[in-house]
């Protein structure tokens, strides 16, 4: 690129990107073209290689860089304004949408969009363009991005197409059958997929019986929808034994639930085996609605999962429902104030303390989603943010303000980006820590180990 002349200005703003003390001259000059000239950076040379890819990397190049150079001139609509504070931000994120998009174009996992824009928030949020634009994002993104990451780990759609062609029609049609008797069990189903990939990874552990096993441990508490596995898995020894583990059923069912309740559809990555260890004590790392915000996030970043995940994966309480214990604390004597939680809604707390009055300890149901219980849609981020979450932690992520944009963002644009970052978080989920090849076995039936 020859000698590169730096000016005050360019000096100013690369003291600006976090830790690149060092950056390379080439990289400062990019980045502030890709600053300073119009939303297609794509023209300042900034993908020199963009020649040797083939044709849909390069026209989904261009579309990342087009959307997030718009994004970048944002409110101001191009319009550069010199002020520091903004100035910096804006080169912050620049650096941060290069780094991101450097990482899609290596073919690796990459963060949800929707965590890119954390460290910005405050100064792009007011645009109601720039919401669009990270809505789109948030729906386009996974799509394009999931696949890849999911196949890293040895797992992909058509795993069982030779060797058990008709795995999904079995497994929704019995999801179906079930939802037929009994409404609830998709929520059920959906919650047992994150309790088991949560421990052991996506392996089916959960499903052990025995007393030492998973299943009885604390947190496990109220998980249901067991029979709807093993009844899948009937079906499936006798079309084709021995071949799809239980831990592929349970990521399907999940998949089929949340179709079955309305929400949105992806292709579910198939060849996990099933594991050989369920014990209780492993499952005392599960979040608990007790927990902070701070400490689910970092349970989830500790199964590589993301701030942004980890609230799009929350949107689960959509549907569903929970027990009184769960929350009647909240109700009346909440950390010994003598009064309720004040962060619930007033006009919500009464019927609350309806349905949990005080001394009782019968179990009732009450949903998580007040509005729309039983279908998977944004009314439940609708609900979080007017104070009307039953589960403390999930009324938490909006009094955070790490997460509360993101609350604000699943809640609009009839759920579009939540539905897309649900599925891009689903789809990390349900590939965390799995067994393939010759680890673990394909169990004859899921609440057993083969050699018992
Ligand atoms: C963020 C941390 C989370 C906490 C603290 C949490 C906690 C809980 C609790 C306490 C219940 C009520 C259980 C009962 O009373 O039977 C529940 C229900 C449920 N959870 Fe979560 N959960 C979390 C994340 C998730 C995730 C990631 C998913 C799925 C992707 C999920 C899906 C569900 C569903 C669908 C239900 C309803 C179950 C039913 O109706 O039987 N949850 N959760």
């Given at each position: 690129m020859g000698m590169i002349q730096l000016s005050a200005k360019d000096k100013i703003l690369s003291s600006?990107?976090?830790?690149?003390?060092?950056?390379?001259l080439q990289e400062i000059q990019q980045t502030m073209c890709k600053l300073r000239?119009?939303?297609?950076?794509?023209?300042?040379?900034?993908?020199?290689?963009?020649?040797?890819?083939?044709g849909f990397r390069v026209s989904f190049q261009f579309s990342v860089s087009y959307l997030f150079g718009s994004i970048l001139q944002?409110?101001?609509?191009?319009?550069w304004k010199w002020n520091s504070k903004l100035d910096c931000q804006r080169v912050t994120l620049t650096w941060q949408v290069h780094e991101y998009i450097q990482c899609l174009a290596r073919w690796q996992p990459c963060p949800s969009p929707i965590d890119l824009l954390g460290s910005v928030r405050d100064t792009f949020m007011a645009g109601f363009r720039f919401q669009i634009l990270v809505a789109a994002a948030c729906l386009i993104f996974p799509l394009l991005n999931s696949p890849r990451r999911i196949e890293a780990q040895g797992?992909?759609?058509?795993?069982?197409?030779?060797?058990?062609?008709?795995v999904q029609d079995i497994v929704t049609t019995t999801v179906k059958s079930h939802l037929r008797a009994d409404n609830t069990v998709g929520a059920a189903l959906l919650r047992l997929h994150f309790h088991d990939c949560f421990?052991?990874?996506?392996?089916?552990?959960?499903l052990i019986d025995g007393?030492?096993?998973?299943?009885?441990?604390?947190?496990?508490?109220?998980?249901?929808?067991f029979e709807v596995i093993d009844d899948a898995k009937t079906k499936l020894e006798a079309a084709c034994?021995?071949?799809?583990s239980c831990a592929d059923i349970l990521s399907l069912a999940a998949r089929d639930a949340v179709v079955q309740s309305g929400g949105p559809f992806w292709m579910v990555p198939l060849g996990r085996r099933d594991g050989t260890v369920s014990l209780?004590?492993?499952?005392?790392?599960l979040p608990s609605p007790v927990d902070s915000v701070a400490r689910i996030k970092d349970k989830f970043l500790q199964k590589g999962l993301s701030t942004g995940d980890m609230v799009a994966l929350t949107g689960?309480?959509?549907i569903g429902q929970t027990d009184c214990?769960?929350?009647?604390?909240?109700?009346?004597n909440y950390n010994s104030s003598?009064?309720?939680?004040?962060?619930?809604?007033t006009q919500y707390l009464a019927t609350l303390q309806q349905k949990c009055p005080l001394g009782t300890s019968g179990s009732v149901r009450v949903a998580l989603?007040?509005?729309?219980?039983s279908i998977f849609d944004e009314v439940f981020f609708k609900n979080v943010q007017q104070g009307n979450a039953v589960l403390e932690s999930d009324q938490r992520i909006y009094q955070d303000m790490s997460t509360q944009f993101m609350v604000d963002m699943f809640a609009g644009f009839s759920g579009m980006s939540f539905k897309g970052s649900f599925i891009s978080a689903m789809l990390k989920m349900s590939s965390i820590g799995v067994k393939t090849g010759t680890d673990g076995e394909i169990r004859k039936v899921c609440s057993k180990f083969n050699h018992l």
């Open positions: 600006c990107l976090p830790g690149k003390a060092n950056l390379q000239s119009t939303r297609f950076g794509y023209f300042c040379g900034y993908y020199p290689k963009m020649k040797d890819w083939r944002g409110s101001s609509l191009g319009k797992l992909w759609p058509g795993f069982y197409s030779l060797s058990c062609p008709n421990v052991q990874g996506c392996d089916g552990s959960v007393p030492s096993s998973e299943k009885n441990a604390g947190p496990n508490t109220g998980l249901r929808g034994p021995g071949v799809v209780i004590a492993d499952a005392f790392g689960a309480h959509t214990a769960f929350f009647r604390y909240r109700l009346y003598g009064n309720p939680d004040p962060t619930i809604n989603d007040k509005d729309s219980p």
